[in-house]
């Protein structure tokens, strides 16, 4: 079983930064594929970002791509969204999630989830 927290949502204004953190227990962490995905009101959930278990391997949403950037560090167990230049689009509740082995970018194909971070971009 893995345990996932996410942390470092809020309120920011179009073309400035966030950076969402999400914390694993639980299992060994090095063993997980970890991704990012969000939903907006009204909109399916979506995919975000992804990193594989070393994390030299990632994906992204074409939408987020040159702008947002994830990253890992399995010695703390913790994996990062740097978001840069935020629009209205991007705002949603941004959720961490987990897969065992190799790297994914289906929901549907992960086993974990956090509770989810509200992001809110102002114009």
């Known amino acids: 079983q893995v345990q996932l927290v996410e942390s470092g949502g809020g309120l920011v204004q179009a073309g400035g930064s966030l950076r969402l953190s999400c914390a694993a227990s639980?299992?060994?962490?090095?063993?997980?594929?970890m991704g990012w995905f969000r939903q907006a009101p009204g909109k399916e959930r979506e995919f975000v970002a992804a990193?594989?278990?070393?994390?030299?391997?990632?994906y992204y949403a074409e939408s987020v791509k040159g702008r947002f950037t994830i990253s890992r560090d399995n010695a703390k167990n913790t994996v990062s969204l740097q978001m840069n230049s935020l629009n209205f689009e991007d705002t949603a509740v941004y959720y961490c999630?987990?897969?065992?082995?190799?790297?994914?970018?289906?929901?549907?194909?992960?086993?974990?989830w956090g509770q989810g971070t509200q992001v809110t971009v102002s114009s």
């Open positions: 639980g299992r060994t962490f090095s063993g997980y594929c």
């Open positions: 990193i594989d278990r070393s994390g030299g391997n990632t």
């Open positions: 999630a987990s897969k065992f082995g190799a790297i994914v970018v289906a929901a549907t194909r992960y086993d974990y």
